[in-house]
Every structure is written in C-alpha cells, then in structure tokens.
C-alpha cells in the first residue's frame, strides 16, 4: 500500500475518532456546566443574602425582595409541599391504574395488548403538557367545581389529576417491560403447582418484577416533579399551605415559571428562584440514584 | 380444599374483570381525550384562525414551531449521534464512560423548566442573544439531545456483532467500519429516534418560557433575514404552539383559538409518534424477518 | 387426601383413549390409547418434535395455556375424565409438574416450597415449616438447603434447583409427578441423583417421566412408551422393549439408526 495514503487513513482515522469523542465530551460538558450554573446562581439565597438552608426548605414565609439589597424571606416550604402532595396524589392515582393496565397487556391479553394498547400507550406519553394542562383547565377544573360544590376548582386534586394522567403511560409502558421480562418459566412452574392466574400474577409475577415496576414509578414521579405548565394551569396559584386536596397552592416549578420573568437579575427573588432550580435539579439527581439502586437490586436478583 | 380451589377460582375471575374494566377504563379516557381535543379543537375554528395573522390564527406559529424544532434538530443531531457513537464504538469500560453514562441520564431527567432558565441564563443573559428562536432550539436541543444519544447507541450495540467483525476482517479501519457499515444498517432506528425528538420539540413550552419570547408577527415574502419580521430570522423572537396556548390561559382569552392550537399541537405530535411506532414497527419486523 | 387411600394399589392412575391434539391445523398428537399404572415410573421416549412433551402437557392441561390447541378424546383418572369432570387447577394440584428446565421462583428457598401450600390456603408458621422439611426430606436436599432456607433460591446450582423445584412440587402432595426432560440441563451428578431421587419418589407417586436418553429410560422406568411422529408406536415393560421391540420402527430407535 502506498505509505502516503496509508498515512491519510490513519489521519482521517484519527480525525473522526476524535470528533466522535468531542461529541461524548460536549455532553459531559453540557451537564456539568448545567449543574455548575444551577449551584452558582442557587447558593447565592445563602451566600450573598444570607438566609440559612433550613430557612428556604424548612419555613413557609415567602416575601422576597425584589431586590440586590434582599433582606426578605425565602421560606419555600410552600411551594415543596405543594409539589409534593401534588405528584404524591397523582402517584396514589395513576399507579394501581397503570399496574392494572401493564398486566393487562402483559398477562391477561398479551396479544391485544402488544398490538394495539402499548402503542396506544406510548403515543400518549408525547402528548404535549399544555395540552393536558389545557384541557384540565377547561373540563376538569370546571366539572370538579361543580361535582364537589367549590368555588373555584382550581386545585391539588385537579393538578394530582392531571399530572395522573401524564404519568400514567410512562409508569405502565415501563411496569409492562419489567412484567414482560419476568421468566415464562417462573409462570409455567406456578401454573404447574396449581395456582389460578391471579395467583401465579400476584404471588410470582408481580414480585419478580418488583425492581422494575418501581423504576417506572419513579420515573412517573420525577416527570409529575418536573412538569411546570399543566400543572401552573390547574393549580390556582395562591401562595399557601394547602389544608386539603381542594386547596389552591402553588409548587417550585409552577412558582419559577410565573415569577422568574418578573424579577429582577441578581435580586434577592431571583436568587430565591434559582435555589429552587437547583433544589429540583437535585430532586432529579436523587431519582436517578434511586432507579440506579432499583436496577442495581435486579441485576443482583437475575445473578443470584 | 375443593372449596379453596373454588374460592381462588372466584377471586382469579373478579381479578380478570378488574384489569379488563381498568384497562377499558383508561383506554376510553385516552380516547375521550384525543377526540375531545381534536374534534372539539377543529369544530370551534374559523377559518380566519387557520391563517397567517399577527393575532388570532395559529399559522405563524405553527411555522414557528416547525422552524424552532428544525433548528433544534441541527444542534442536536449531529451532536447526539456522534456521541452515541463514541459510547458504542469507542468508549473504553470505565469510569469515564460510566460517568457520561450518569450525565445523559441527568440531562434526560432534567425537569425542562430548569433547563428553559439555564437557557435563559446561557443564551440570553451571558450571550446578549435576546428572547429568539435560536434561545428557545437551543435551549430544546438540551432537552433532546439524551435521547438522540441512546437511541444511537443501543442502534449500534444492537447490531449482530457479525457486522464489524466481517468489515474488520476486510481491512477496513474502525472508522470505515462504522460509516460504511454499522451507521447505513441503524439509520432507521436513530431516525426514529430523531423523530421521536421532534415530537418532544413540538410540545415543549417550559424550556421556551424565557427564551423564545411571543413575537408573531411576521411578514411572509419579507426576505432580509436580518429582520424581525423575516420568517426565517432565527434570532427574532418567535411564539409556538405551545406557548399561544400556555398565553392565551394566562390572558384567558379566545378559548377557541387556544383548543385549535391544542387540537393543531396534537395532531402534530400524534402524527409523529405514529410514524416513528409504524417505523419501529417494520424495523423489528424486518430484523426477525431476516433471522427466521 | 381422604379419597387417595380408597384407591386400589397397583390400578390405572390414567386411562387415555383416541388422544387426538392440534395446534391449529398440525395435527401433533394421533389417536392415543394408553394404560399408565400406578406408582410406577413410565418413560416416554421418542425424537425430538415426535409429541411426547406435549402428550405429558395434556395430562395435567398445561396445553391448555397455549393458543390455538384443540384436543380430542378422552383422559381419565381414577375413573374422571381429566377434561370433563375436573377443573384444571384443581387438576394440577394432583398432577404436580417438573419442567426441563429448573424453573425456581426468584425466591428465598423455603418461600419456593411453601409457595404450593400457601395459595392453598395454609397459612400457620409451624404448619408450613413442616411441610418445607419433609418435602425437602422427601426431595433428599434437606441436608443441603436446611442452613440456606431464606436465601434466594437463583443462588443454587443447577441440580439443586432441580431437586427445588421438585420439593417445591412435593409440597403441594400431588399423586402424579410429571417431569419433562429433568435432567436435560444437567451435569452427569446431579443427573443421578434426580434418578436415584426419581426411583425413591415412585414408593408413594405416579411418575412420568419425558427423556431423549435412552439409557434413563431403562435406567429408571419400569413402562416405557416411543412416540413417534404423534404416534404411540409401541409402549409396555421398558425391559421388553429395549431388549425385544416388537416394532421395527422402535428397533431403528433404539439401536440410534435414527433420532
């Protein structure tokens, strides 16, 4: 072979190799700077404002001030519950509808399931959030204001609804994959020992699949955590503690989406704001750990 | 025990009915709400709505959401696909890699509000760029970039072995082997995923939030790109379908214009997720096809 | 259990008459009669895809998890026709399975061998402990598993699991045992002793056994029976087959000229 082209190749070899690896490293890059920023512009609220870290998660007394003198209160206990109980109800609701539905699939009509409901399933979980916050807003929110006698029907309820319905065909394409993955031979041998199908379901299946089921629910978690807009729609927007599941509230992300325009850069809102990002950011962080220790159980499970 | 068998037998049947009815239930609700928003969405337009006017239709920002998420795909694309490839063909076992592994999980779990304001904070504030286009692509480009990114690397670590080990065995280099063979054989899965990413792209709103500000107003056949009015001015600012709807709730006016744009958004989205399902679909047909 | 007793030693545990099974349109089983007696082991032998898994799946109404399949005839056991008279779970409670291959639950062991009796409605501790050590006992791995009893049962060896997943079967006190090719994953020792185990097992149970080796079947069976293409060619005394086969086709076997 001719040294001179042998030389090019190793250089275009070279070439692309190194192309492919700034690609890797950009992504490396891309989240630690996303990470390095939320922690820069969030540990501002203590550092330059001076609030302590139990005052921002531990109290509910939200009076920024809008500016770089600051001397406010950030206490967003409010906005934490609130983006709690919100994604909890809707957790509460969707999960037992969502394993229903993955047995469904997988084990009661394996065949029409594949076919026809899983992709059915998976179209909607890219259906876009305003359009689930928008239609909450204009039938969910008026028909619970009528069902339940309230005066306005913005609400936890509606916004636990909504983010229900959202997370649903995340936490049942993933719980039916888990379910799907469970041996047919750990079926066969229930089968064999007499067991009816609800028993081989529940007493084998639904165990064996357990890790995997809760990684879905915490993905379910960590979108219904995440999702801004359906939720800021549904919600009511007041900032209080919500007393029941018919109270108007606010949560961090319904919060950062309506004031982050208004403040003002560097004030001590905005600080308050950016602390609240990375407080989500952390939540993601912790969710990941948590679907890493579930996946790490299966593993361990399937080696054993 | 006859009647133990007898009573797991009933319990077994309630149980069947249960997961029929609850999977009725929610097949009729998912039903009930695509036809509600599509049908209810298009029975209330008028036909003004459909047009390109600076209020009151959706057309320009229809435009403006295909514009964005094409731009989006510019940035993303290629980075996401050369990173897939990195992870699949070239990343070595390691911390390294098992640490990049670790960030396209955190990027992916991104709540998009946090990566609208670091957007914002990124493209607006230290870039000067102002509320545009090109803010809210890039800012949706983050969003899709993770999913771009595994989509290429499990296309490639899901190729029989047999194809790079045959290209090797001719001689050609790693490269070669990857342009020639691998990435023509998972075109298709990484283009589902490339779609499956437009249609994230076509919903987004609270990544545009900050970003790509509300303008609408544009003037069609206005052709100096360095105008604010020219379409295709990527850094003008620019409303999407999204966005119309998450304003028009704000403003809370003209319900209908908002379910046309809802009903518009949906079947944007639906229409691409269909194509992507059909074309996973033949893939994995195909790909058994060729096994049996 | 009552009944179990009334029954005369030494009868048929099956009676089968013009079996016929399809799946679908493939006719996989043809016109079988056959006679298989109590506490004896019999052994179905055959090529692969000849239908003797699948003839061992009619009798405790496995097949019947399978699409498509259409069956024909009549099996009867202890004078009750398995398809008509009788439910098919309560059917499997006395017709116990042991697949090819080991097939524990990912459970610790003794939730393995308790699960039978629990969706049996057994619930009491003492109750249970008992049963998980004499099926153990029973299954001659006792002494292996008893120090292991809450550890998760994936962690054992092949043959062990085996042996499990046999206990586990035992548990439920069935009167038949049917294994399908037991030991076909299995190392040579654990081998043995599935048949060792399968020889002390036949004092109190019907088995029948699913092989492709030869030298099981007359290791361990007293009948054997050769299924060839969904046909029962020939079936009696496992001695007298192996050594006078009265059909030529089960000579051709036999001596490996085909299969």
Same mark, same amino acid.
């Given at each position: 072979?001719?040294?001179?082209?042998?030389?090019?190749?190793f250089?275009?070899?070279?070439?692309?190799?190194?192309?492919?690896t700034a690609?890797?490293?950009?992504?490396?890059?891309?989240?630690?700077?996303?990470?390095?920023?939320l922690?820069?512009?969030?540990?501002?609220?203590?550092?330059?404002?001076?609030?302590?870290?139990?005052?921002?998660?531990?109290?509910?007394?939200?009076?920024?001030?809008?500016?770089?003198?600051?001397?406010?209160?950030?206490?967003?206990?409010?906005?934490?519950?609130?983006?709690?109980?919100?994604?909890?109800l809707?957790?509460?609701?969707?999960?037992?509808?969502?394993?229903?539905?993955?047995?469904?699939?997988?084990?009661?009509?394996?065949?029409?399931?594949?076919?026809?409901?899983?992709?059915?399933?998976?179209?909607?979980?890219?259906?876009?959030?305003?359009v689930?916050?928008?239609?909450?807003?204009?039938?969910?929110?008026?028909?619970?204001?009528?069902?339940?006698?309230?005066?306005?029907?913005?609400?936890?309820?509606?916004?636990?609804?909504?983010?229900?319905?959202?997370?649903?065909?995340?936490?049942?394409?993933?719980?039916?994959d888990?379910?799907?993955?469970?041996?047919?031979?750990?079926?066969?041998?229930?089968?064999?020992?007499?067991?009816?199908r609800?028993?081989?379901?529940?007493?084998?299946?639904?165990?064996?699949?357990?890790?995997?089921?809760?990684s879905?629910?915490?993905?379910?978690?960590?979108r219904?955590?995440?999702?801004?807009?359906?939720?800021?729609?549904?919600?009511?927007?007041?900032?209080?503690?919500?007393?029941?599941?018919?109270?108007?509230?606010?949560?961090?992300?319904?919060?950062?989406?309506?004031?982050?325009?208004?403040?003002?850069?560097?004030?001590?809102?905005?600080?308050?704001?950016?602390?609240?990002?990375?407080?989500?950011?952390?939540?993601?962080?912790?969710?990941?750990?948590?679907?890493?220790?579930?996946?790490k159980?299966?593993?361990?499970?399937?080696?054993? | 025990?006859?009647?133990?068998?007898?009573?797991?037998?009933?319990?077994?049947r309630?149980?069947?009915?249960?997961?029929?009815?609850?999977?009725?239930?929610?097949?009729?609700l998912?039903?009930?709400?695509?036809?509600?928003?599509?049908?209810?969405?298009?029975?209330?337009?008028?036909?003004?709505?459909?047009?390109?006017?600076?209020?009151?239709?959706?057309?320009?920002?229809?435009?403006?959401?295909v514009?964005?998420?094409?731009?989006?795909?510019?940035?993303?694309?290629?980075i996401?696909?050369?990173?897939?490839?990195?992870?699949?063909?070239?990343?070595?076992?390691?911390?390294?890699?098992?640490?990049?592994?670790?960030?396209?999980?955190?990027?992916?779990s991104?709540?998009?509000?946090?990566?609208?304001?670091?957007?914002?904070?990124?493209?607006?504030v230290?870039?000067?760029?102002?509320?545009?286009?090109?803010?809210?692509?890039?800012?949706?480009?983050?969003?899709?970039l993770?999913?771009?990114?595994?989509?290429?690397?499990?296309a490639?670590?899901?190729?029989?072995?047999?194809?790079?080990?045959a290209?090797?065995?001719?001689? +050609?280099?790693?490269?070669?082997?990857?342009?020639?063979?691998?990435?023509?054989?998972?075109?298709?899965?990484?283009?589902?995923?490339?779609?499956?990413a +437009?249609?994230?792209?076509f919903?987004?709103?609270?990544?545009?939030?900050?970003?790509?500000?509300?303008?609408?107003d544009?003037?069609?056949g206005?052709?100096d790109?360095?105008?604010?009015?020219?379409p295709?001015?990527?850094?003008?600012p620019?409303e999407?379908?999204s966005?119309?709807?998450?304003?028009?709730?704000?403003?809370?006016?003209?319900?209908?214009?908002?379910?046309?744009?809802?009903?518009?958004l949906?079947?944007?989205?639906?229409?691409?997720?269909?194509?992507?399902?059909?074309?996973s679909?033949?893939?994995?047909?195909?790909?058994?096809?060729?096994?049996? | 259990?009552?009944?179990k007793?009334a029954?005369?030693q030494?009868?048929?545990?099956?009676?089968?008459?013009?079996?016929?099974?399809?799946?679908?349109?493939?006719?996989?089983?043809?016109?079988?009669?056959?006679?298989?007696?109590?506490?004896?082991?019999t052994?179905?032998i055959?090529?692969?895809?000849?239908?003797?898994?699948?003839?061992?799946?009619?009798?405790?109404?496995?097949?019947?998890?399978?699409?498509?399949?259409?069956?024909?005839g009549?099996?009867?056991?202890d004078?009750?026709?398995?398809?008509?008279?009788?439910?098919?779970?309560?059917l499997?409670?006395?017709?116990?399975?042991?697949?090819?291959?080991?097939?524990p639950f990912?459970k610790?062991?003794?939730?393995?061998?308790?699960y039978?009796?629990?969706?049996?409605?057994?619930?009491?501790?003492?109750?249970l402990?008992?049963?998980?050590e004499?099926?153990?006992?029973?299954?001659?791995i006792w002494?292996?598993?008893?120090?292991?009893?809450?550890?998760?049962?994936?962690?054992?060896?092949?043959?062990?699991?085996?042996?499990?997943?046999?206990?586990?079967?035992?548990?439920?006190?069935?009167?038949?045992?049917?294994?399908?090719?037991?030991?076909?994953?299995?190392?040579?020792?654990?081998?043995?002793?599935?048949?060792d185990?399968a *020889?002390? *097992?036949?004092?109190?149970?019907?088995?029948?056994?699913?092989?492709?080796?030869?030298?099981?079947?007359?290791?361990?069976?007293?009948?054997?029976a050769?299924?060839?293409?969904?046909?029962?060619?020939?079936?009696?005394?496992?001695?007298k087959?192996?050594? *006078?086969?009265?059909?030529?086709?089960?000579?051709?076997?036999?001596?490996?000229?085909?299969?």
């Amino acid at each position: 072979m001719n040294k001179n082209k042998e030389k090019s190749m190793f250089a275009k070899e070279y070439f692309w190799r190194s192309l492919m690896t700034a690609g890797g490293l950009f992504v490396i890059l891309l989240t630690i700077v996303i990470g390095a920023f939320l922690v820069y512009k969030g540990s501002a609220t203590f550092t330059v404002f001076g609030h302590s870290l139990w005052e921002f998660i531990g109290t509910a007394e939200w009076a920024p001030e809008d500016s770089m003198a600051g001397g406010g209160a950030v206490g967003s206990l409010i906005f934490l519950v609130g983006s709690l109980t919100t994604c909890l109800l809707a957790l509460i609701i969707a999960t037992p509808f969502s394993l229903g539905t993955a047995i469904f699939m997988t084990d009661i009509s394996p065949k029409f399931g594949e076919r026809f409901y899983r992709p059915v399933v998976e179209i909607f979980a890219g259906i876009p959030s305003v359009v689930y916050g928008w239609v909450g807003l204009t039938v969910l929110v008026p028909a619970i204001k009528t069902v339940f006698d309230r005066q306005v029907g913005h609400s936890v309820l509606a916004a636990g609804i909504v983010l229900a319905v959202m997370i649903f065909p995340t936490i049942t394409s993933v719980s039916a994959d888990a379910i799907r993955s469970v041996p047919q031979d750990c079926r066969m041998a229930a089968y064999g020992l007499g067991s009816t199908r609800w028993q081989a379901i529940y007493r084998v299946v639904i165990p064996a699949a357990k890790p995997g089921i809760l990684s879905g629910v915490i993905l379910g978690l960590a979108r219904a955590f995440g999702e801004a807009l359906a939720v800021a729609m549904v919600i009511g927007q007041t900032t209080a503690l919500p007393t029941s599941i018919f109270s108007t509230t606010k949560t961090l992300t319904t919060e950062i989406a309506a004031q982050m325009g208004n403040a003002m850069e560097g004030g001590e809102t905005k600080s308050a704001l950016w602390s609240m990002a990375l407080l989500l950011f952390l939540i993601s962080l912790f969710f990941i750990f948590l679907i890493h220790h579930f996946s790490k159980q299966r593993e361990y499970a399937a080696k054993q | 025990m006859k009647q133990k068998v007898r009573r797991s037998q009933r319990v077994d049947r309630g149980m069947t009915f249960v997961f029929y009815a609850v999977a009725f239930f929610f097949f009729a609700l998912l039903f009930a709400f695509a036809s509600k928003v599509i049908l209810g969405g298009l029975a209330g337009a008028t036909p003004e709505m459909f047009g390109f006017l600076r209020k009151g239709s959706i057309g320009n920002q229809l435009f403006n959401t295909v514009y964005l998420v094409f731009l989006s795909l510019l940035f993303s694309v290629p980075i996401g696909v050369s990173a897939g490839i990195y992870l699949a063909m070239y990343a070595k076992q390691g911390k390294a890699t098992r640490f990049l592994c670790l960030c396209i999980e955190t990027l992916s779990s991104l709540p998009s509000i946090v990566v609208g304001l670091f957007g914002y904070l990124v493209f607006l504030v230290f870039f000067g760029m102002g509320k545009s286009l090109m803010a809210g692509a890039l800012s949706v480009s983050i969003l899709t970039l993770p999913l771009i990114t595994k989509t290429t690397e499990d296309a490639i670590k899901d190729l029989p072995p047999g194809y790079f080990q045959a290209s090797m065995g001719v001689g +050609a280099t790693k490269w070669q082997s990857v342009f020639h063979v691998l990435l023509p054989a998972c075109v298709p899965r990484i283009m589902t995923g490339v779609i499956l990413a +437009a249609g994230r792209g076509f919903g987004e709103a609270a990544a545009l939030l900050y970003t790509t500000g509300s303008g609408s107003d544009l003037r069609w056949g206005n052709w100096d790109i360095t105008s604010p009015t020219c379409p295709f001015n990527p850094f003008r600012p620019a409303e999407t379908l999204s966005i119309q709807i998450w304003n028009l709730q704000t403003n809370g006016q003209d319900r209908d214009l908002a379910n046309l744009a809802s009903a518009v958004l949906m079947i944007l989205v639906l229409v691409f997720s269909i194509a992507a399902n059909a074309l996973s679909r033949r893939i994995s047909r195909k790909n058994s096809g060729e096994k049996s | 259990m009552e009944d179990k007793i009334a029954i005369p030693q030494n009868g048929n545990q099956f009676d089968i008459s013009a079996l016929n099974l399809y799946y679908g349109n493939f006719h996989a089983l043809k016109q079988i009669d056959m006679k298989i007696e109590k506490n004896k082991i019999t052994a179905l032998i055959g090529p692969s895809g000849c239908g003797k898994s699948t003839f061992l799946k009619t009798l405790n109404r496995m097949n019947d998890l399978v699409e498509n399949v259409r069956i024909e005839g009549t099996i009867r056991m202890d004078g009750r026709d398995i398809y008509r008279d009788m439910d098919s779970i309560e059917l499997r409670h006395r017709v116990g399975m042991v697949f090819q291959q080991p097939n524990p639950f990912p459970k610790s062991v003794y939730d393995n061998v308790a699960y039978g009796p629990r969706i049996h409605g057994i619930r009491r501790k003492h109750q249970l402990d008992e049963i998980v050590e004499r099926s153990l006992r029973q299954a001659a791995i006792w002494d292996e598993l008893k120090d292991r009893l809450h550890k998760s049962a994936m962690g054992l060896s092949g043959g062990q699991q085996q042996r499990l997943c046999i206990a586990r079967t035992l548990a439920v006190e069935p009167d038949i045992i049917l294994m399908d090719e037991p030991t076909s994953a299995l190392d040579p020792i654990s081998t043995s002793k599935i048949e060792d185990l399968a *020889l002390e *097992l036949k004092k109190n149970y019907t088995i029948i056994i699913v092989t492709h080796n030869m030298q099981q079947a007359v290791r361990v069976s007293d009948d054997t029976a050769f299924f060839l293409l969904g046909e029962v060619v020939e079936k009696g005394n496992t001695e007298k087959l192996f050594s *006078l086969p009265s059909d030529s086709r089960t000579e051709d076997y036999i001596t490996g000229r085909f299969g």
